[in-house]
């Protein structure tokens, strides 16, 4: 029996799974003072690499985030707010030049024209900004075949309106709700759409998930150095290592540039939503507000008593709020604009009871007179001026946010590579102690 065993354990030994052998050899080298070393210099050179690969990984992944946000997501935000603006103000404009009755002002003519034409321009660049098969993408293309139809149905308005034929009211009307019902509605879920792309393209541009792997790492590899240095001054009776220490100044400054680079970006990151986002979603919704309230009272007009929009002016009326806490930074425009906006509605209040005292010429007059044009105009440009300043903003806090990224994508591994490098010298040296 025992020779019998004797021939059996090789075959044992042969058939142990090569991963347990390897895990039994590494285990066996605490057991002595090099298998100690090298055990302490494998776990150092593992998590130098580590750190100077997600430190590198995590500057590229804010790096792509934040340009991605400045040359795509907020683009495609004013992109989406111009077709908007553009659709609302081309309704506004047709439903005047059609109160003046006959052939239309040159000026409102020409305003119209205009809109069609800023709105199919930011329609062609919002559809290079999204993906076609995308939910934006299938909007940008309802929106084209949308204003094709909407032009055809105002110019067929002009015609008959021309001629004094009634039936040129009916048109602008069809005209007027495909607009609101169909096209500013879809221009309106494009804008959602573009906001919502542009906080996710935020939370990309902070990425929080691969900082907080990087902290981490950043701490284990501390503490592994400090551990390391303090088994090494014990056993070799040496106060300092200094390849090591040399190692542990390396990735202090890698965690200094790294923390640096980041919070600047943050800091730019925040001001950037602060300074340009939030304000500007926010001017671009008071601004169609405005419009719309325009429409509907030259629609009242354009109806003769058929159909009062009134409701629908106080209500878009009552969504404009000059004290929305976004509009911090935009606070010099805004006070003009709300004054803009009282001269505006004192207007309104006057063609409205022109109207309704039967005086339908005079509220006709006083709603396309130079006088309202005038202030209303003045209102749109203040508000479009806004609009700017904090796109403007938006754009210097961004590239801001940008800076330092590129550079620490290839300066995280470059400082990890040569702290694993001293890891080496300085846990080689004692090991060629004991030989």
């Not at 075959?11 to 057991?31: E, K, T, Y």
């Not at 580590?50 to 790096?63: C, E, I, M």
């Not at 909407?150 to 067929?156: E, P």
Request: proline share 3%.
């Amino acid at each position: 029996m025992t020779t019998a065993l004797a021939h059996r354990s090789p075959a044992n030994a042969s058939s142990a799974p090569p991963a347990a052998g390897l895990l039994r050899r590494v285990g066996n080298l605490r057991h002595h003072s090099p298998g100690r070393l090298q055990l302490i210099l494998a776990a150092l050179l593992t998590l130098g690499l580590l750190t100077g690969l997600v430190a590198g990984l995590t500057a590229h992944a804010a790096s792509s985030g934040t340009t991605d946000l400045g040359g795509r997501a907020q683009p495609l935000l004013a992109e989406s707010e111009q077709i908007y603006t553009s659709l609302a103000d081309a309704d506004t404009t047709a439903a005047q030049a059609f109160l003046a009755g006959g052939l239309e002002p040159a000026a409102l003519t020409r305003r119209y024209d205009d809109d069609l034409a800023r709105a199919g321009t930011a329609l062609t660049r919002a559809a290079r900004l999204v993906p076609a098969d995308s939910e934006a993408g299938k909007a940008v293309e309802a929106l084209s075949t949308g204003m094709a139809r909407y032009s055809a149905l105002v110019a067929t308005a002009r015609a008959t309106n021309r001629q004094g034929l009634p039936i040129g009211a009916s048109y602008l009307s069809a005209a007027s709700q495909l607009n609101r019902d169909t096209l500013q509605p879809q221009a309106q879920q494009l804008f959602r759409t573009a906001g919502t792309e542009l906080g996710d393209s935020y939370d990309a541009a902070r990425s929080s998930w691969w900082l907080m792997l990087l902290l981490v790492l950043f701490v284990a590899l501390g503490v592994a150095l400090f551990w390391s240095q303090a088994y090494l001054s014990r056993t070799t009776h040496r106060t300092f290592n200094v390849p090591l220490v040399a190692a542990t100044a390396l990735i202090g400054v890698l965690a200094l540039v790294t923390g640096g680079v980041f919070a600047n970006q943050r800091s730019h990151l925040a001001s950037a939503d602060a300074e340009g986002s939030r304000p500007v979603a926010a001017l671009a919704e008071m601004r169609i507000l405005m419009l719309s309230e325009r429409a509907d009272e030259a629609l009242t007009l354009a109806a003769r008593g058929a159909a009062d929009h009134e409701g629908d002016f106080k209500a878009a009326s009552g969504g404009i709020d000059f004290n929305d806490p976004r509009l911090t930074y935009a606070r010099a425009r805004v006070v003009e604009a709300a004054r803009l906006h009282n001269d505006y509605l004192t207007l309104h209040d006057q063609v409205r009871r022109l109207n309704e005292r039967g005086d339908y010429d005079g509220a006709v007059k006083l709603a396309i007179s130079d006088e309202t044009g005038k202030r209303f105009t003045e209102l749109t440009d203040t508000m479009g001026a806004a609009i700017g300043d904090r796109t403007d903003a938006f754009t210097g806090q961004v590239e801001d946010a940008g800076d330092g990224l590129d550079l620490l994508t290839v300066l995280g591994p470059l400082l990890a590579l040569a702290a694993c490098a001293l890891f080496v010298i300085g846990i080689r040296a004692r090991l060629e102690e004991y030989r």
